[in-house]
């Protein structure tokens, strides 16, 4: 008996990997995510008379709301070269963040037809939304560039820093992506306390604000220091030295040297590797818990 047995089991053919993050083929993996975010891409746009300018219209609007209130009203901006650039550069950079993690919150429950099927690869689920997203921010990025060079910027060497800041924006949020949309398939809280958290992480970052505002009202380097530590506030703060204008404070001068720089890092990572674990481990199980 023990001798038939495995032959037995041979005769079955290749065996079936049950449920998993990634799947059992890199390339499909890739090929997938791919195409679902193209298709979300086109689908948000179908049928619309005015199609991606409604994206680019809502950081448009929203900075010409907030400059006036803060840059005509308040007089935020004071001696600050480019602040309408450096104002615009930061609301587009948090719109990203807010479009990719807002849609990767559901983003399982929304592809539960997808996700029931034994050898779809789970992630590919919320990558494709934080793709989706890449593709906005790149494109709602060109109106940054055309306000910088109508006010008198100028390109600088610096500017091949950008794919290195993306890459790193695009890590934190792909990071905070898989941690959400995994959690939300058991608790749907997470929706509701990470939109709490949103608001929180637009009014702590200086977005509207400078960073000098901040020193003269608290007269003291901690809070700066303590601001800059976030990852998105480095990539933002980081973007405006290399991109608007080197009179921008970088985290390297506030943080007092490179060494400061593996707080941000190191919560990337950290958040990178829970978000990998949690996902990784809820996986298999996302079709049952759905």
């Known amino acids: 008996m023990s001798a038939v047995e495995p032959q037995a089991v041979a005769d079955l053919g290749t065996p079936i990997k049950g449920p998993s993050a990634l799947g059992s083929d890199p390339r499909r993996f890739i090929r997938l995510t791919l195409t679902l975010a193209v298709t979300d891409f086109r689908l948000r746009f179908f049928g619309s008379a005015l199609g991606y300018l409604w994206t680019l219209m809502r950081p448009l609007m929203l900075f010409g709301v907030l400059y006036i209130v803060f840059s005509e009203f308040l007089d935020f901006g004071g001696d600050v070269r480019f602040y309408p650039v450096g104002l615009l550069t930061g609301i587009v950079l948090f719109s990203f963040v807010a479009d990719a993690t807002n849609s990767s919150v559901r983003s399982i429950v929304m592809r539960e037809n997808l996700v029931r099927k034994v050898e779809f690869p789970r992630l590919a689920v919320p990558l494709a939304t934080v793709l989706t997203a890449t593709f906005n921010l790149v494109l709602n990025l060109v109106p940054v560039f055309v306000f910088l060079l109508a006010a008198g910027g100028a390109p600088r060497w610096s500017w091949f820093q950008i794919p290195l800041l993306l890459g790193m924006l695009i890590a934190f949020v792909t990071a905070l992506a898989m941690l959400l949309s995994a959690l939300f398939v058991r608790a749907r809280d997470v929706e509701p306390i990470w939109d709490v958290i949103l608001q929180v992480l637009f009014y702590a ?56 720089l593996l707080i941000p890092i190191g919560i990337t990572l950290l958040l990178l590797a829970l978000g990998s674990w949690v996902f990784a481990r809820e996986a298999p199980r996302i079709a049952e818990d759905l």
């Open 205 to 260: 970052t200086p977005i509207f604000y400078t960073l000098d505002v901040v020193a003269d009202k608290t007269d003291s380097d901690f809070v700066t220091e303590l601001l800059v530590s976030s990852p998105f506030a480095c990539v933002l703060q980081q973007f405006r030295h290399a991109v608007v204008d080197p009179s921008w404070q970088s985290p390297i001068e506030i943080l007092g040297g490179r060494a400061g």
